[in-house]
């Protein structure tokens, strides 16, 4: 069938001019194309006149939505938000020439040399800890110094947030606000543990804050980090929650967010936003092997931060409760070795003399299962969670003692602020060299510790090890200590052999030693051979 033409001639017009038979098609095309897209079209009228469907307000209402759906996510009005409360932190060191001259010092990092966030920290923060091109002075460290960061405001009356190596030594410190005002901060107080640091500017009442999320962020969620990079303020970056729970190998507090966001020297102590416009976490390293950002920074979390401002703010410094033990993780063989379903729960190498928990009765070799009912997962848990109790608060402590589990009372101490280096007995002169007598089934040689000068009264001192054994594999080395074996103090090559044969007979698939090295205690447990 033909379709029939319409003659609009036979219409009435009322002085409305006629349209040809093209332009009736165009129309009823262009009215079919705006039904489709699922708009209505009312009022079409011959008394009208012409009518362009472009500019009703249905096709606006559908232009609308198609650009909702088409335009990228944009951070524009959460930035414009947020970003008048952070601020650059530029510091000023008057004269180190009263110092160590050393090029090489670490004076500068808050963290102890060698460790993995100090190696952090000298990425992020340039080879003197300072970003690249605004040092001052000679290489040596003679004259004035100069370094710039990143910070935010917490309160309306001047209270700000930055890394406690931003600040640390510094003889004055200078803040710079988004609007380009300049301000003199003061120190309140610093955390090194943590790397936190509360600051104060005076003379205003309506500065403009950031709020500290009271929300644990997710795995994928955005993120954008406000800060200083490389003395350009203001910059803004995005990008997602890339970890959670973080162990960098810090220290015991370490508890992380993972951003992918660009983050580079000069962004350290600035926000991490999440995009409800509050700070998820301050960022205060990055990992990259040649210096820049690729991708993996760290932010220390909202909650962290929230308690230590806290009692910076009161009193200037932070106090953390303490058991007075050396802990360490449980792995799954230890946990074999203790006759333990799973893997959890801090061991105690060695509770420190005088401490709260060797006053209650905890011993080498308990596992600290629960901190006042609450499970304890690993070694880090249990510091965190004493840690966030204030000293003199009385918990209850799950352990499991020599297969027994048992519910031990005390009372928190204080944890010293300084730590103390301990003495290295095992790098004193053992008076020449002792063969010991050998122990195959863990290609050990040992000989009693009283019999080498320097190695102490009290267990077995390692002379040689098999560089093809288990004991290698698990760390052993010339001059450690064993004290212990399967829970047992040993004096002799004849005692270690006799407690791994009341092992094997036990049919344990690893024997538990307690091993003193460099001064300090730990348990290695180390697989039996069959046979």
Not at 291 to 302: D, L, R, Y
Not at 406 to 423: D, F, H, M, R, Y
């Amino acid at each position: 069938m033909t379709e029939r033409p319409i003659d609009l001639s036979s219409l009435p017009t009322n002085g409305a001019p006629r349209r040809s038979l093209f332009s009736a098609r165009k129309f009823a095309l262009m009215a079919s194309v705006v039904a489709g897209l699922g708009a209505a079209v009312y009022g079409f009228s011959p008394q009208q006149g012409p009518v362009d469907v472009f500019t009703s307000a249905a096709h606006a209402q559908v232009n609308n939505e198609v650009r909702k759906v088409e335009r990228p996510i944009g951070f524009a009005d959460v930035v414009e938000r947020v970003k008048p409360s952070v601020i650059s932190v530029k510091i000023n060191i008057a004269d180190k020439s009263s110092k160590d001259d050393s090029a090489n010092k670490d004076e500068d990092s808050p963290f102890p040399p060698g460790s993995p966030m100090e190696r952090f920290f000298r990425r992020f923060g340039g080879p003197d800890g300072l970003p690249p091109g605004l040092r001052g002075g000679p290489r040596g460290g003679r004259g004035p110094v100069t370094g710039q960061g990143s910070g935010f405001f917490i309160s309306p009356d001047g209270y700000a947030v930055t890394n406690n190596h931003v600040v640390d030594g510094a003889d004055k410190v200078e803040i710079t606000m988004d609007d380009g005002k300049t301000y003199t901060a003061k120190v309140i107080g610093t955390d090194q543990r943590t790397d936190l640091a509360l600051i104060k500017v005076a003379g205003r009442t309506d500065f403009p804050f950031a709020k500290l999320s009271d929300s644990k962020p997710r795995i994928g969620d955005w993120v954008l980090a406000v800060g200083n990079p490389f003395g350009l303020g203001g910059t803004v970056t995005a990008g997602i929650v890339s970890a959670s729970g973080r162990d960098i190998g810090n220290g015991p507090y370490d508890d992380f967010i993972q951003i992918d966001a660009p983050v580079n020297k000069g962004n350290s102590g600035g926000p991490a936003f999440d995009t409800n416009g509050e700070v998820m976490g301050v960022n205060t390293a990055i990992y990259s092997p040649s210096g820049g950002s690729v991708g993996i920074a760290f932010s220390i979390p909202a909650s962290t931060v929230k308690n230590v401002i806290d009692q910076l703010k009161d009193k200037g410094s932070v106090s953390r409760g303490w058991i007075g033990v050396q802990i360490q993780p449980v792995t799954s063989d230890i946990a074999d070795s203790l006759g333990m379903k799973k893997a959890e729960g801090a061991l105690v190498a060695e509770p420190q003399p005088n401490g709260p928990a060797s006053k209650a009765g905890i011993q080498s070799g308990d596992v600290i299962t629960a901190v006042n009912g609450e499970p304890v997962k690993d070694a880090k848990e249990l510091a965190r969670t004493i840690g966030g109790l204030a000293p003199g608060a009385a918990v209850k402590l799950t352990v499991l003692q020599k297969g027994q589990e048992k519910v031990i009372n005390l009372t928190l101490g204080q944890l010293p602020n300084t730590i103390e280096s301990k003495a290295d007995t095992d790098k004193e002169d053992k008076g020449g060299p002792t063969k010991g007598t050998g122990v195959p089934k863990l290609g050990l040689t040992v000989a009693p510790a009283n019999s080498v000068a320097g190695a102490g009264r009290e267990g077995v001192v390692v002379t040689e090890v098999d560089p093809k054994s288990a004991a290698a594999e698990r760390g052993f080395k010339e001059g450690d200590v064993i004290l212990e074996v399967a829970g047992k103090s040993v004096a002799s090559a004849g005692e270690v052999r006799d407690a791994i044969d009341a092992a094997r007979t036990e049919n344990k698939n690893s024997v538990l030693m307690r091993v003193k090295s460099g001064g300090s205690s730990r348990f290695v447990a180390v697989p039996l051979a069959k046979g």
